[in-house]
């Protein structure tokens, strides 16, 4: 580790640019930056496991309003480690360690307890650069205590599940450590309609998530569809596929309401590569800004049924073929392009965003609910889910509410940017990232966190389960600062634009 003092040394960094022609890697305070830059001339390592993170015993899944037991696997749920690392002869500059996870969510308690693990199995490891993110499939474990009323006999309970989740991943990225070999990478772009815009927008402006479009009332759907597939590959020395990073702006919950732990459409995406490319193909989903977007269909409907049909195919089925034909057109590119000397640089930080402010009408419509739902059983969720509006209301009054902090991942890999964030980011945010990014191809991972929909303004405008108290921290004031934020850490990484070839060549 090498400790910046002398600004003489260092004058474009002391500008707030980053420096390319030496290696670095600086240590502030928690709470400030932590910044790992690798440099031309150096070489890239990569290492990569996959460990299940399947329950052996019935367990509560995430992600609907009411508790669900599990009866089985349908398919198993996976972490996905992909761990990169910049060295100059046998010297590290800087380690970056992605883990995708088929889970709702990744709480702090859980984040926590990965980077605990991790500390104690490889003695001075970067654990505040490993960036945990999920699918969001709603067929997965529950990892937070108190959400669900959950049996307490023969059922998996959620603190002893993170734990055994926890130790799983920290084995993989001990794994992917101790594996880690020369490796070149390479990036590429293609396109899947598989995610549709969620909200339906009526005669009066108010919005409705999944709300029915053959009305007459009906006027649109009520934000942009991003159907971009990012694709990131890294293969061995001697060109082996080792592993692949594919970025769709779409949660994996098509099957959400299911009673079976599933990874939902990520599973036969898996399948479907590593029939292709081999079984030892780790293969890490990452979810884009996709707060108002899902697989599930919205119009043309009987359509797209018919030819679902037609092809003989399940729905999941049907969404896999669309994501592996938009991966295989970003390959196609990306095998022409192999890299080995590229840039790595990796800043985290924890940021303030406003905190979405309760009003009083909001606080009592919540505190009726409550009243509402405690005449009955079975309402666990729901009373936790308006409770948290009744809190945060007179804590609100009370003064006693403390700042929204949220930890945020940008890192460059060559050309391309990686942005992460805690949210089911509403897809407008990601849009804005992208196009005012510097970088040659931008991926925005959400969900690399506690979760919590941040809605766009004119989400919270209309209204509706998403864009509502008891469904955001934060509001669409927090969005566009995030946005910012994004944009100039970007800026910093990229200080010129990274432009692309001219047309012809």
């Known amino acids: 580790m090498m400790t910046i003092t002398h600004p003489k040394l260092f004058p474009h960094f002391m500008k707030g640019q980053v420096v390319r022609s030496v290696s670095l890697t600086i240590l502030v305070a928690a709470g400030g930056w932590l910044v790992a830059a690798a440099v031309h001339g150096a070489e890239l390592r990569a290492g990569a496991a996959t460990v299940s993170v399947t329950p052996d015993r019935p367990v509560a899944l995430w992600g609907q309003m009411n508790t669900r037991i599990s009866t089985g696997v349908a398919s198993p749920v996976t972490a996905t480690v992909l761990l990169l690392e910049s060295v100059a002869g046998e010297r590290s500059l800087g380690t970056t360690t992605f883990v995708a996870c088929d889970v709702v969510a990744i709480p702090d308690e859980a984040l926590a307890a990965i980077r605990t693990k991790v500390a104690t199995r490889i003695p001075d490891?970067?654990?505040?650069?490993?960036?945990?993110?999920?699918?969001?499939?709603?067929?997965?474990?529950?990892?937070?205590?108190?959400?669900?009323?959950?049996?307490?006999?023969?059922?998996?309970?959620?603190?002893?599940?993170?734990?055994?989740?926890?130790?799983?991943?920290?084995?993989?990225?001990?794994?992917?450590?101790?594996?880690?070999?020369?490796?070149?990478?390479?990036?590429?772009?293609?396109?899947?309609?598989?995610?549709?815009?969620?909200?339906?927008?009526?005669?009066?402006?108010?919005?409705?998530?999944?709300?029915?479009?053959?009305?007459?009332?009906?006027?649109?759907?009520?934000?942009?569809?991003?159907?971009?597939?990012?694709?990131?590959?890294?293969?061995?020395?001697?060109?082996?596929?080792?592993?692949?990073?594919?970025?769709?702006?779409?949660?994996?919950?098509?099957?959400?309401?299911?009673?079976?732990?599933?990874?939902?459409?990520?599973?036969?995406?898996?399948?479907?590569?590593?029939?292709?490319?081999?079984?030892?193909?780790?293969?890490?989903?990452?979810?884009?800004?996709?707060?108002?977007?899902?697989?599930?269909?919205?119009?043309?409907?009987?359509?797209?049924?018919?030819?679902?049909?037609?092809?003989?195919?399940?729905?999941?089925?049907?969404?896999?073929?669309?994501?592996?034909?938009?991966?295989?057109?970003?390959?196609?590119?990306?095998?022409?392009?192999?890299?080995?000397?590229?840039?790595?640089?990796?800043?985290?930080?924890?940021?303030?965003?406003?905190?979405?402010?309760?009003?009083?009408?909001?606080?009592?419509?919540?505190?009726?609910?409550?009243?509402?739902?405690?005449?009955?059983?079975?309402?666990?969720?729901?009373?936790?889910?308006?409770?948290?509006?009744?809190?945060?209301?007179?804590?609100?009054?009370?003064?006693?509410?403390?700042?929204?902090?949220?930890?945020?991942?940008?890192?460059?890999?060559g050309d391309v940017a990686i942005a992460t964030n805690q949210f089911e980011l509403y897809t407008d945010f990601g849009v804005a990232m992208k196009a005012r990014s510097p970088a040659l191809q931008t991926f925005v991972v959400q969900l690399a966190g506690p979760g919590t929909y941040l809605p766009s303004a004119r989400a919270a405008r209309g209204g509706g389960y998403s864009a509502i108290a008891e469904s955001n921290e934060v509001g669409a004031e927090a969005g566009q600062v995030l946005v910012e934020h994004t944009v100039t850490r970007l800026g910093e990484l990229f200080p010129a634009p990274v432009a692309a070839p001219a047309s012809g060549q």
């Open 125 to 413: 490891f970067p654990v505040e650069r490993i960036v945990a993110s999920a699918t969001h499939t709603h067929t997965a474990p529950v990892l937070l205590e108190g959400v669900y009323d959950i049996p307490a006999a023969g059922v998996v309970q959620p603190a002893e599940y993170v734990d055994f989740f926890a130790t799983r991943i920290a084995a993989g990225i001990e794994e992917a450590w101790k594996t880690r070999s020369p490796c070149t990478v390479g990036w590429g772009l293609g396109h899947a309609v598989v995610a549709h815009n969620r909200r339906s927008v009526y005669a009066d402006n108010n919005a409705v998530m999944y709300g029915a479009t053959d009305r007459p009332t009906f006027r649109m759907l009520e934000g942009y569809e991003d159907h971009a597939v990012d694709a990131l590959f890294v293969w061995t020395a001697d060109g082996t596929l080792l592993a692949t990073a594919i970025d769709v702006a779409c949660p994996a919950q098509e099957v959400e309401g299911n009673g079976q732990v599933d990874a939902d459409f990520w599973h036969p995406v898996r399948e479907a590569l590593r029939k292709e490319h081999g079984a030892g193909l780790h293969v890490l989903a990452w979810t884009g800004a996709a707060g108002d977007q899902s697989p599930h269909l919205m119009f043309r409907k009987a359509a797209e049924e018919r030819m679902r049909r037609l092809r003989g195919l399940s729905r999941l089925d049907e969404i896999a073929r669309r994501i592996v034909a938009g991966w295989k057109e970003a390959l196609a590119g990306a095998e022409q392009e192999k890299l080995a000397d590229v840039p790595l640089e990796h800043r985290v930080e924890r940021i303030e965003l406003p905190r979405r402010t309760v009003s009083e009408r909001e606080f009592e419509l919540a505190r009726e609910k409550i009243r509402e739902l405690s005449t009955s059983q079975g309402n666990q969720t729901l009373l936790w889910w308006h409770g948290g509006v009744v809190g945060r209301y007179e804590r609100q009054q009370s003064g006693d509410e403390t700042p929204f902090t949220t930890e945020v991942h940008v890192i460059r890999l």
